[in-house]
């Protein structure tokens, strides 16, 4: 509706006024919304309520009358600066997410780095129900992640898509023990893994999985396109960012998502007023 207010990330909200013409919370020109901290203005309310964990903490919703919350794929990117912004600017308590992305194949395994295309159409073997082992990279740590998943292929006449679906506990080398003991549904629920020697990043903690709710498997595999799982810190995997980014919000009563205004790289969630 033409009188609805969004709120986002403050960035954002300069796009959802002058091309959206929509009321946006932050606008990068409102300073309302931003609050004093050691001597500069930072979004502090905003950060707050998206590093939240108390689902009841909506004042600022209720404060700016907004109507829709929205997040876009590069926010997964964003999130450090959210959460050290949240923490104050402490470096020690600020999180980064670590994303684990393909970039080429090879037999019943995709190697990749963080960057370039995936051409999944040279997959060896029957992709009507087959188990393989994925393999992301991220090029800045170095890190591998094998990912254990069972690929369908569904024949729609001529065009074929592919389903993948992760069905262990994912390693970070090819034979090594340490395995990620979690993931994030896309339902917000969290997986539990029966692991020995869990993966644990310093002063993260533990880390679960993630699918990256734009380069997703089943995208990746039936385009051949990039694909992207992401690590979390399981003591944040239930704050409100990422409940919305990788589960939908469907564990948050007042969040409703909007499919017709969604398609993964931009996701729009309805404010339930009162709920």
Known sequence: PEDSVFLSWWDYGYHIESIGERGAVADGGNRGFMTKSGGNKLPLNLADFFTSTD???????????ADYIILDQPM????????????????????????????????????GSDSGPTNLKNYNGSLNDTKGTLTLGNRVTGYQMNVPVNI???????????????????????????????????????KEYDVENPLSLGQFGEM????????????????????????????????????????????????????????????????????
């Open 208 to 275: 679960c999985i993630a699918e990256d709710p734009y380069y997703s498997l089943d995208r990746g595999l039936s385009s051949g396109g990039r694909t992207s799982l992401v690590l979390v810190p399981r003591k944040v995997a239930d704050n409100i960012f990422m409940q919305l980014m990788f589960g939908d919000g469907e564990q948050i009563d007042w969040a409703e998502k909007i499919e017709e205004g969604s398609n993964g790289y931009v996701q729009i969630w309805k404010v339930n007023k009162g709920e």
């Open 55 to 65: 689902y009841n903490r909506t004042h600022i919703l209720e404060k700016h009358s």
């Open 152 to 190: 369908t292929e569904f024949n729609l006449g001529r065009r074929s898509i592919r389903t993948g679906e992760i069905t262990e506990a994912p390693s970070l080398s090819q034979g090594s023990n340490i395995k990620v003991p979690c993931r994030i549904r896309d339902d917000g629920t969290i």
């Open 76 to 111: 997964v990117g964003k999130y450090g600066a959210v959460s050290r912004i949240a923490n104050r600017d402490s470096r020690n308590e600020s999180v980064q997410l670590l994303s684990f992305s393909s970039s080429n194949t090879g037999a019943n395994t995709v190697v």
